[in-house]
């Protein structure tokens, strides 16, 4: 049974494991304070050509994104996502625990717009409701799509304007950043959002995001949010070693070039075989739609996610490629869908 489920089946690269061990025996401080955070957090600053960020290390996805979210927002304000948005679907209501609402958007690709989001706010006008104040996305989004440099442009202005932050949640960033369709580049991002994450824990990191906040007002001790909300690790050097051996060269953009190539054999093969998709996908995550007993056969050899019923006898599924997936079990996923719908 080999697994297309998520990006996150396997461990570490060698690399930041070997990285671990061999730093292990020395002594550091805690709390993010030690040498490694601190060289990272540099790297990280040269990479983005930002050294006015800030730059928090945290352990995972949904911890940032609620920790971050809760310290942006007054208990009045709420933040804007699509219907498919991880913080609305995927993080057991975190955001509405720390009491933001979060306003669901139905979108047929999974990214938003600003005439998407200027429709919440025409229908949030007073007091008596709350007030749409931060606007969430996700690149690549949680199906499979990417925002390209035009869109991110009309958000920012549109943010702007009507003064909401704009926040990015980069689970799988590096993903989007090495797509095919791809016209972005990572420096090209903290002037386009107020914050954002840069995925490690599905790119190769044992666990690991690294929050870059772009935007003053945002700032202010964060890292007492970060203790209040359990994410201030005391090992915090555990973050900084994996996010600069990620960093230190082109290791975190050469995984993600490889989950997409990975991704794409899987999508050139459904295509031939006429095969229709759920939603146009350039990165690691593809939805096609399957005859169902054709899904029944797959997943006697294969595990993976039946996403959504398309009819009765059709439903779409979701195939998730990581770094570490191995060619020859791709390749075999081919060959036994060709024999399936060649019956």
Sequence with gaps: MYSFKNDYAEGAHPRILQ???????????????????LK???????KLGRQDVDIHLLSGGTQTNLTAISAFLRPHEAAIAASTGHILTHETGAIEATGHKVISVETKDGKLNPSLIKEVLDL??????????LVYLSNSTEIGSIY??????????????????????????????????????????????????????????????????????????????????????????????Q???????????????????????????????????LTHSPSNQIFPILPNEIIVELQKNYSFIVWEKVDSTHSAIRLVTSWA???????????????????
């Design 243 to 277: 996010f600069y051996e990620l960093f230190k060269d082109d290791l975190f953009f050469e995984l993600a070039q490889r989950a997409n190539k990975m991704a794409n054999i899987l999508g050139e093969a459904c295509s031939n075989a006429k095969f229709s998709f």
């Design 325 to 343: 997936t191995k060619e020859e079990e791709v390749r075999k996923f081919v060959e036994d869908l060709k024999e399936l719908y060649s019956k």
């Design 19 to 37: 990285a671990l061990i061999e730093s292990n025996f020395v002594q550091e401080e805690g709390y993010g304070g030690d040498s490694f955070t």
């Design 148 to 241: 390209n440099k035009s869109e991110l442009t009309n958000l920012k202005d549109f943010c702007e304007e009507n003064n909401l932050i704009l926040y990015m949640d980069g689970a799988r960033l590096g993903s989007a950043l090495c797509s095919v369709e791809n016209d972005l580049k990572l420096s090209d991002i903290p002037a386009l959002v107020d914050a954002f994450y840069i995925g490690g824990t599905k790119n190769g990191a044992l666990l690991g995001e690294a929050l870059v906040i772009c935007r003053d007002s945002l700032k202010e001790d964060f890292r007492f949010h970060l203790k209040q909300k359990g994410a201030l690790l005391a090992k915090g050097r555990l973050l900084g070693i």
């Design 40 to 46: 990272a957090i540099e790297l990280l600053k040269e």
């Design 124 to 133: 949030h006008t007073d007091e008596h409701m709350v007030k749409p104040k």
